[in-house]
């Protein structure tokens, strides 16, 4: 299955597209591409890991 993640930084929308055995295993993913699209781009960004989780968790999309 796919999952889609749109990076929540406004006026960013990038989008992170995993391919997950389920859930679990998506939100994984999505972190840790979530990650490095954050050090990359957001390296300020206001955001702990515990509330990245919940964004990815509530807001990432099946394909
Ligand atoms: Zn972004």
Redesign the pocket.
């Known amino acids: 299955m796919q999952y889609l993640f749109v990076?929540p930084?406004p006026n960013?929308g990038?989008e992170v597209v995993v391919e997950a055995a389920s859930d679990e295993d998506a939100v994984q993913k999505i972190m840790m591409a979530g990650a490095e699209?954050a050090k990359n781009?957001?390296p300020n960004m206001p955001v702990n890991e515990n509330e990245m989780l919940e964004m990815v968790k509530t807001q990432m999309k099946k394909l």
């Open positions: 990076c930084m960013c990038h699209h781009v957001h």
